[in-house]
T-cell receptor, first 113, second 114 residues
Framework: EDQVTQSPEALRLQEGESSSLNCSYT??????LFWYRQDPGKGPEFLFTLYSAGEEKEKERLKATLTKKESFLHITAPKPEDSATYLC??????????????FGKGTLLTVNP | DTGVSQDPRHKITKRGQNVTFRCDPISEHNRLYWYRQTLGQGPEFLTYFQNEAQLEKSRLLSDRFSAERPKGSFSTLEIQRTEQGDSAMYLCASSPWVTGEKLFFGSGTQLSVL
């Protein structure tokens, strides 16, 4: 069964203090690894898709990387508006469902001014 | 607003009652998903439609849950004989892609079963 584990569960940073969030996964043939952002009371918002080990993608202060066992979301010089829950999800490429995403529990990021 | 729309935003019901939620996906998206999310957890897959065909349903979904997508447009999710354990946020998402699941989520329906 596909599994996604995110750490830490919660992270509190000062504005400008860079850090990383971790997503460890086990999946039957990775088709894609996804990062989403979720604000309170809203649905998740897509950030990145990574398909193969070594791939990196960037968007503003966020950079996502992928290895064969885990992914990191690096946040450089965060601002208070980056405060949210960050969700990691995997899509299996072989065996079982090819449609569903399996999500982790998320990391609640708080950035203090 | 051309995003995914869900109605109602909040629903409070008594145990044993039936409830129905509606989802209007982005108009050109042929793929539609339902997920369920409880506090402190990530979204959990419930079911998937491609156009009007329901192609997958989670093994975790009991027979009290049913979903439809008539004519491949909007979708409804019905829960019969609700239980307190059904309390959760029910999220709808849509996607235009054949592969690569970049999903566009709605804001969800928060269900509270008393």
């Amino acid at each position: 069964e596909d599994q996604v584990t995110q750490s830490p569960e919660a992270l509190r940073l000062q504005e400008g203090e860079s850090s990383s969030l971790n997503c460890s996964y086990t999946v039957s043939g990775l088709r894609g690894l996804f990062w989403y952002r979720q604000d309170p009371g809203k649905g998740p918002e897509f950030l990145f898709t990574l398909y193969s080990a070594g791939e990196e993608k960037e968007k503003e202060r966020l950079k996502a990387t992928l290895t064969k066992k885990e992914s990191f979301l690096h946040i450089t010089a965060p601002k208070p508006e980056d405060s949210a829950t960050y969700l990691c999800a995997v899509q299996a490429g072989s065996g079982g469902s090819n449609y569903k995403l399996t999500f982790g529990k998320g990391t609640l990021l708080t950035v203090n001014p | 607003d051309t995003g995914v729309s869900q109605d109602p935003r909040h629903k409070i019901t008594k145990r044993g009652q039936n409830v129905t939620f509606r989802c209007d996906p982005i108009s050109e998206h042929n793929r539609l998903y339902w997920y369920r999310q409880t506090l402190g957890q990530g979204p959990e897959f419930l079911t998937y439609f491609q156009n009007e065909a329901q192609l997958e349903k989670s093994r975790l979904l009991s027979d009290r849950f049913s979903a439809e997508r008539p004519k491949g447009s909007f979708s409804t999710l019905e829960i019969q004989r609700t239980e307190q354990g059904d309390s959760a946020m029910y999220l709808c998402a849509s996607s235009p892609w054949v592969t690569g699941e970049k999903l566009f989520f709605g804001s969800g329906t928060q269900l509270s079963v008393l």
